[in-house]
């Protein structure tokens, strides 16, 4: 790392031997030793900046990141992307006013317009032949727009959970043409525009990205990225409702550090790339597949998703009896997630068992379930609104077996995790579809969650 001056590493060093008649309570007393990192633990003192008025060594940071990120501007962010959807779309609408939401995006964005009161149209991207989400079609897009007026924001996720990239230049294109703002949701690829591919930081109004998830930062850490054409006072009013009035000096820090260190060794990304792309030729599988999507804008080369007609809870499990944590299964997939800290041993490690596994697999199909149920939970083809998200408050509403849920509206979500996409949208309709995504996750045991936790036994409908 380049000399420390000005960073928030330095700053918060300098303050390192004084007395602590200030917040936390710990006072950095060595007897807590169960508290790691408790020496970067601070509030905000002179010289330390506060994150809610930067202008110190917090402004230099974002402003470092920025150029690192490739960004107009950019804001840390100590509650994660999920913190960055809902002041990022506070900041691009008014109450009342419509969104259209990509049926893959992540339960924030829909909290978000719960929250704000804001109306929502579904928008369906493509789909892949192996059941997996592809990217946005900018023709479609731009129908949508064209037949409704009252769109005054698209969210999308970009790149998804397994890595499509849509093609971001053009949908914001689309987005300008008709007076629409634009977020994008990359919350799995900060690393994109530096690793390869191309990062919706250069084009959308706003950007969401999460240090944590492939970079190397501490949890939660995140971005918001944002260009001239955002209000910036309604973003400092949003950032301060929505981040907490405590920013912790050490995830700060780390994000601080870790720019720093992205600025002199940008050559790591050409490592973890030809690393990943060396696993991916070398890989010689029989029976399992990788996945490489047909037809979209782009691909993140960093995600290894495995095909598997043994189902992807069965290859996970397989996995794990190797030693290998993969970050998640679908009902015929599993997505192994690489990050700038993975090294080639654990490569190797992933090649050995996948290449095991696939030896003893006889490659016949043990799985044939159907995930369309679940691609379709928010398809606007078959979901129907009954109410907005906010207007339910105040309903009355019971709690139903899920058997007898279909046509009731519902009064929650109901989210598979991971991805954290709903399934189940407040205020629409039960579809058929979502009774059988729902039973589609309990029998593929895909973790799913409602937000009364009734889930998977009974479900909250209005009455
Ligand atoms: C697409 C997407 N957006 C947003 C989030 C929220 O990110 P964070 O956990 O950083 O709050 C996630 C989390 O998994 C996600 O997958």
Redesign the pocket.
């Known amino acids: 790392m380049k000399d420390v001056d000005e960073s928030i590493f330095s700053a918060l060093k300098d303050k390192a031997g004084t007395i602590p008649f200030h917040m936390p309570g710990h006072k950095r007393n060595e007897k807590f030793d169960f508290l790691k990192g408790m020496e970067q633990d601070f509030t905000e003192l002179d010289g330390l900046d506060d994150l809610h008025n930067a202008s110190g060594v917090i402004s230099l940071a974002e402003k470092r990141a920025a150029r690192v990120f490739n960004s107009m501007h950019v804001r840390f962010l100590v509650?994660?992307?999920?913190v960055g959807?809902l002041a990022g779309i506070r900041t691009l609408t008014k109450r009342s006013d419509k969104i259209l939401v990509a049926s893959n995006c992540?339960k924030?964005v829909f909290n978000a317009a719960q929250l704000l009161s804001l109306k929502i149209a579904l928008f369906m991207p493509n789909l892949q032949k192996e059941g997996i989400f592809g990217d946005i079609d900018p023709q479609k897009l731009e129908e949508v727009l064209t037949n409704d007026h009252e769109i005054k924001l698209f969210v999308l996720?970009s790149p998804t959970?397994e890595g499509v990239i849509s093609d971001i230049k053009k949908i914001s294109e689309i987005c300008a043409e008709h007076g629409v703002k634009l977020l994008v949701?990359e919350?799995?690829g900060a690393h994109l525009g530096l690793f390869g591919g191309v990062s919706a930081r250069e084009y959308a109004d706003i950007t969401v990205n999460?240090l944590?998830?492939t970079l190397a930062c501490l949890t939660?850490a995140?971005i918001l990225s944002y260009k001239n054409t955002v209000d910036e006072t309604r973003l400092n009013e949003s950032l301060q409702m929505f981040e907490t009035s405590s920013p912790p000096y050490y995830l700060l820090c780390a994000m601080d550090s870790m720019t720093r260190y992205l600025e002199d060794n940008k050559i790591i990304f050409d490592e973890w790339r030809e690393l990943v792309l060396k696993f991916k030729r070398e890989l010689k599988l029989k029976n399992l597949k990788l996945f490489a999507p047909k037809g979209v804008c782009g691909y993140d080369d960093s995600k290894i998703v495995i095909l598997s007609n043994m189902g992807g809870k069965a290859l996970k499990d397989e996995l794990a009896k190797r030693n290998i944590e993969a970050e998640m299964y679908g009902v015929s997939y599993v997505l192994a997630m690489t990050g700038i800290g993975t090294t080639r041993e654990d490569l190797d490690a992933l090649k050995r068992a996948l290449e095991e596994i696939d030896g003893e697999f006889d490659g016949k199909i043990y799985h044939k379930k159907d995930s369309s149920p679940l691609l379709h939970a928010l398809d606007p083809q078959t979901t129907k609104k009954a109410v907005e998200a906010y207007e339910t408050d105040g309903l009355s509403a019971e709690c139903v077996d899920i058997e007898k849920c279909e046509g009731r509206v519902s009064m929650e979500y109901v989210w598979a995790y991971?991805?954290?996409s709903p399934i189940i949208l407040k205020g629409f309709e039960i579809s058929s579809e979502q009774v059988e995504a729902m039973k589609l996750c309990v029998e593929e045991n895909i973790n799913a969650y409602s937000s009364s936790r009734a889930f998977p036994k009974k479900i909250w409908v209005r009455a």
Not at 79 to 82: I, K
């Open positions: 509650g994660g992307s999920t959807v992540h924030s996720t959970y949701d919350a799995h999460s944590h998830k939660p995140a991971p991805p954290g």
